[in-house]
């Protein structure tokens, strides 16, 4: 069985800080370190918009730009664990977000090439 599990969601005043955690588990990740990890996130009523990846070098890290500079993705391949620091948080930054994962990642801003999919945890931020 595959799963990602998201966790750290919550709410949370404007200019504060959150961090989400995307735990991965299952026969398919046997290898985490051999997948990429993205986060996106959906906001009522919008298309799921993707947010950051880091691929499977570690190093190799991409953003959308309205996160650059306040979101850090990182991962933790001993603990088969992304990770999504937020810091100044924004009202319009509220929405679920999800962690997703493929091994053969194409365009990564693209949610339809990720084969695996989290449940989602809420992130709200009030202004």
């Known amino acids: 069985q595959v799963q990602l599990v998201e966790s750290g969601g919550g709410l949370v005043q404007a200019g504060g800080s959150l961090r989400l955690s995307c735990a991965a588990s299952?026969?398919?990740?046997?290898?985490?370190?051999?997948?990429?990890m993205g986060w996106f996130r959906q906001a009522p009523g919008k298309e799921r918009e993707f947010v950051a990846v880091?691929?499977?070098?570690?190093?190799?890290?991409n953003y959308a730009d309205s996160v650059k500079g306040r979101f850090t993705i990182s991962r933790d391949n001993a603990k088969n664990t992304v990770y999504l620091q937020m810091n100044s948080l924004k009202a319009e930054d509220t929405a679920v977000y999800y962690c997703?994962?493929?091994?053969?990642?194409?365009?990564?801003?693209?949610?339809?090439?990720?084969?695996?999919w989290g449940q989602g945890t809420q992130v709200t931020v009030s202004s």
């Open positions: 299952g026969r398919t990740f046997s290898t985490f370190s051999s997948y990429n």
């Open positions: 997703a994962a493929d091994r053969d990642l194409g365009t990564s801003t693209l949610a339809s090439n990720y084969r695996y």
């Open positions: 880091i691929r499977r070098s570690v190093v190799d890290t």
